[in-house]
């Protein structure tokens, strides 16, 4: 079986294998942003994610049915997995809807909504919580959002505070200092918060990529042909070497020394075969890396 190796999410001091696994996709498709999928599907899915050893797993309450998915399938194996959430999102979205907007950060909608993901996970502790929706200081200040989560921590409902951060405001984040955890967007392709994530990771905070396979090779997965333009531009073909692209992009996620576990989302058996295959090769090796780095930048990718 393939080896997956494990790294510290920062102080919160889990060991967490370097490919965790993001469960947005298992939302289903009310609401109409995600894809249907047949319950037992799911079920049989997250127990290959465990079984392949797979050890920390992402959700939210704005994810549809992901939560109670997890809590039907899989929390008869709780001790096997770290389980992050995120908070802040509307109780009962609309199906998978996405409302950025619709986040409210006050003691009443956090408490009652780490209160309703225990419920759906079918658990009494979330080893993370994640402010969802990267709001601003002032509206965490403003709520007292930060005192909430200290308190959900000392009553044991919570173990660690994290928060989904992207630019401008993760700057902010990492300096207000309470924060044990970031998610943050990164690829190849997307290089934008690179120096963000170098700063969480100086600063103790445990680093959680998303978006670690920019959503799949267009065709094979479904990422943006404008986002992967950036491949072919960079010439990263003439690097494979024999591997695929995807092991190509996820091998690149996981070099990213500062990063712990990368949440590769699929609702694919055969896509998570493969990036189980591929994380467990480990990162790539140096001189790859640095001539990828160096024909991204070239091409233009924003560092
Ligand atoms: N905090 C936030 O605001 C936020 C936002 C977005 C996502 N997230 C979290 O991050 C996780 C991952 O994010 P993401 O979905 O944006 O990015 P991602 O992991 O880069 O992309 C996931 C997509 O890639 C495809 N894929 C995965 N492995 C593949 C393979 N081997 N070959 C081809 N396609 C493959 C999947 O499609 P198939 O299902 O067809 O394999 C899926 O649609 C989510 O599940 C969620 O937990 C958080």
């Known amino acids: 079986m393939p080896n997956l190796a494990k790294r510290k999410l920062g ?14 996709e298992l939302r289903g498709n009310a609401g109409g942003r995600g894809r249907a999928i047949e319950p037992e599907q799911a079920g049989k899915l997250l127990n290959t994610v465990l079984d392949s050893g797979i050890n920390f797993i992402d959700t939210s309450i704005d994810y549809g049915e992901s939560e109670e998915t997890i809590g039907k399938y ?69 709520d007292h959002t930060v005192q909430t989560l200290q308190d959900l921590k000392k009553a044991g409902k919570i173990r660690f505070i ?5 630019l401008p405001n993760i700057h902010d984040h990492i300096k207000m200092g309470v924060f044990d955890e970031f998610q943050i967007p990164y690829s190849a392709l997307q290089r934008e918060h690179e120096a963000a994530i170098a700063e969480a990771a100086k600063a103790g905070a445990g680093v959680v990529i998303r978006g670690g ?25 003439d690097l494979l070497n024999g591997m695929t692209q995807m092991e190509f992009i ?19 058996p055969e896509h998570l075969k493969h990036n189980v295959e591929a994380a467990s090769k480990g990162p790539l090796p140096a001189a790859v890396y640095a001539e990828a780095k160096r024909r991204l930048t070239a091409a233009g990718a924003t560092a």
């Open 11 to 24: 102080r919160t001091g889990l060991d967490v294998t370097v490919l965790g696994f993001g469960a947005m």
């Open 74 to 142: 899989i929390s008869n194996r709780r001790n096997e997995y770290f389980l992050a959430s995120k908070c802040g999102c509307p109780l009962d979205p609309p199906g998978a809807a996405w409302n950025p907007a619709g986040h409210v950060f006050t003691r009443e909608n956090i408490t009652k909504g780490v209160e309703q993901s225990l419920k759906r996970l079918n658990t009494d502790h979330l080893d993370l919580i994640q402010i969802h929706a990267s709001p601003s200081k002032e509206t965490l200040e403003h």
């Open 162 to 166: 994290g928060s989904s951060s992207v």
């Open 213 to 237: 396979v920019a959503k799949g090779v267009p065709g094979e997965g479904r990422g943006a042909e404008d986002v992967w333009k950036l491949w072919d531009k960079a010439k990263l073909n």
């Open 250 to 268: 996820l091998r690149f996620t996981i070099s990213n020394p500062d990063m712990a576990t990368t949440i590769v989302g699929t609702m694919n």
